[in-house]
């Protein structure tokens, strides 16, 4: 698949199911996703990958952090079997004095970027899923993360039940979002 296609035929899927990419693949991807620009190489991110009887734990976990009434528990506990893989985005920025943790953070969001893409390409199907449980306290307990990490949320990724091929899409317009400094603009200032 040719990067303009997979580009264009990319959807946030939300109907995923088995098989996900293994361990392996996954990581196999992410080292071709990691090459995804990022300013001092810092890599400031992490992976913890979460299946079976771990997404029933992480349910459990956004549960807990859920209001009354009950069905809206009930869901916040089933929404991690949603997907056979959730891949957990931490944030892990690194000190350092010439890259600012935004750039560290769009360096984050340009690798995943890349894994969507990476995955969408290989027939797999993902959406990342963010929301109130990023903040949850027992999902944080549970992954293990430090106090200086941040859950960016979840890349829930299997195969896409709808087994038709996404169409292209026709990209929106947005030449308004597109200004060019001519040289008569230059020379006025
Ligand atoms: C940082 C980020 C967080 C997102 N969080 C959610 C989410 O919590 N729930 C959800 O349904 N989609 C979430 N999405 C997916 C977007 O809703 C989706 O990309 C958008 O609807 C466009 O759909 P498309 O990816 O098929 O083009 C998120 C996307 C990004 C980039």
């Known amino acids: 698949m040719d990067v303009m296609t997979a580009v264009l035929t990319r959807r946030s899927e939300h109907l995923l199911v088995e098989p996900a990419p293994s361990d392996q693949e996954f990581t196999y991807l992410l080292r071709a996703a990691a090459t995804a620009p990022d300013h001092g190489r810092l890599r400031p991110w992490r992976w913890i990958l979460v299946r079976g009887e771990g997404r029933a734990a992480l349910g459990r976990c956004f549960a ?98 709808q087994l038709q091929p996404r169409r292209r899409r026709i990209p929106d317009d947005v030449t308004d979002r597109v200004t060019v400094l001519t040289d008569q603009l230059v020379g006025a200032s």
């Open 64 to 161: 807990e952090d859920c209001p009354a009434p009950d069905h809206r528990r009930d869901q916040a506990q089933a929404a991690p079997r949603r997907a056979p893989l959730l891949a957990t985005l931490v944030f892990a920025p690194v000190a350092d004095q010439r890259i600012p943790e935004w750039e560290q953070l769009a360096a984050a969001s340009a690798m995943t970027s890349s894994l969507t893409l990476l995955l969408h390409a290989r027939g797999f199907g993902s959406i990342w899923r963010t929301g109130r449980f990023t903040e949850s306290a027992g999902a944080r307990r549970l992954l293990g993360l430090q106090p200086d990490e941040r859950l960016l949320g979840w890349l829930y990724i299997g195969t896409p039940a």
